[in-house]
């Protein structure tokens, strides 16, 4: 790993989905939070935090899409780092990254395996069952790769805790591809990743989730006061 270029962990935090967790300083790493808030919090309104808060814009797409655009688009977001490390807005880092790495030999790319399901296929009737989007839009998407060819099963891959070398050319190429599949399709990221890596013969390093877990946590994503209003009336309207 070359440590003369500088890495960053990061995360998004739009529409009041989250608050935002201060982390562990780590030598080598800086923290970046992209958000459409000019702060989150007294620590960064003081200047106290770890996080750099760099507030983004909505290109027009809703605030699912929205966040999940540095997530998938590191290398137009983070340019200027070499390796990236994202956590979701929920997620706490306790340990160094740095070791995971050196454990992972820093791959190009690093995921986790999902720790209920490891067929895509599966996933599209959890998410269709649980109500994250349209039925009809799941039916679609699905059979369009098996349409494609995407093998059943095909491997599902846990997105909250990504490792990239992000500009690398490959990767970049596969992370456009992927967010072309999240607009075109579902809002749901993890139904897209197993696809475009198929279809570019490019998969992530997948880590065992005990591993994970040595380094990572989460917790229930916070909604804001208004955000919940939204949800339950939409609820009612449904």
């Known amino acids: 790993m070359?440590?003369?270029k500088k890495n960053v962990i990061y995360t998004t935090i739009v529409g009041g989905y989250d608050n935002l967790i201060e982390q562990p300083k780590?030598?080598?790493?800086?923290?970046?939070?992209?958000?459409?808030?000019?702060?989150?919090?007294?620590?960064?309104?003081?200047?106290?935090?770890?996080?750099?808060?760099?507030?983004f814009a909505n290109p027009g797409v809703d605030n699912t899409r929205y966040s999940r655009m540095p997530k998938l688009l590191p290398h137009r977001f983070l340019s200027e780092y070499e390796y990236s490390v994202y956590i979701d807005g929920n997620a706490r880092l306790i340990?160094?990254?740095?070791?995971?790495?050196?454990?992972?030999?820093?791959?190009?790319?690093?995921?986790?395996?999902?720790?209920?399901?490891?067929?895509?296929?599966?996933?599209?009737?959890?998410?269709?069952a649980l109500g994250m989007d349209l039925e009809s839009t799941f039916e679609k998407q699905?059979?369009?790769?098996?349409?494609?060819?995407?093998?059943?099963?095909?491997?599902?891959?846990?997105?909250?805790?990504?490792?990239?070398?992000?500009?690398?050319?490959?990767?970049?190429?596969?992370?456009e591809q992927w967010w072309a599949e999240l607009l075109q399709h579902s809002k749901r990221d993890q139904l897209s990743l197993p696809y475009v890596s198929?279809?570019?013969n490019l998969w992530p390093t997948l880590m065992p989730q005990d591993?994970?877990?040595?380094?990572?946590?989460?917790?229930?994503?916070?909604?804001?006061?208004?955000?919940?209003?939204?949800?339950?009336?939409?609820?009612?309207?449904?």
């Not at 780590?26 to 935090?49: E, H, I, M, N, P």
């Not at 846990?158 to 596969?174: A, G, K, M, V, Y």
């Open 2 to 4: 070359n440590t003369s």
């Open 95 to 128: 340990n160094n990254p740095t070791k995971l790495l050196d454990k992972l030999s820093w791959p190009d790319f690093g995921a986790a395996y999902h720790p209920f399901r490891d067929n895509i296929y599966d996933e599209f009737t959890e998410c269709s």
């Open 26 to 55: 780590y030598a080598g790493w800086d923290y970046v939070c992209f958000t459409d808030q000019k702060s989150l919090g007294w620590r960064t309104k003081l200047g106290l935090s770890n996080w750099k808060i760099i507030p």
């Open 198 to 200: 198929w279809k570019k």
């Open 142 to 175: 699905k059979n369009f790769y098996l349409d494609q060819g995407l093998p059943n099963p095909s491997q599902l891959i846990e997105n909250n805790f990504l490792l990239r070398r992000h500009n690398q050319s490959n990767i970049s190429e596969l992370h």
């Open 211 to 238: 591993l994970k877990h040595n380094y990572f946590r989460k917790k229930a994503h916070y909604r804001s006061f208004l955000q919940r209003l939204s949800n339950s009336i939409k609820k009612r309207l449904d």
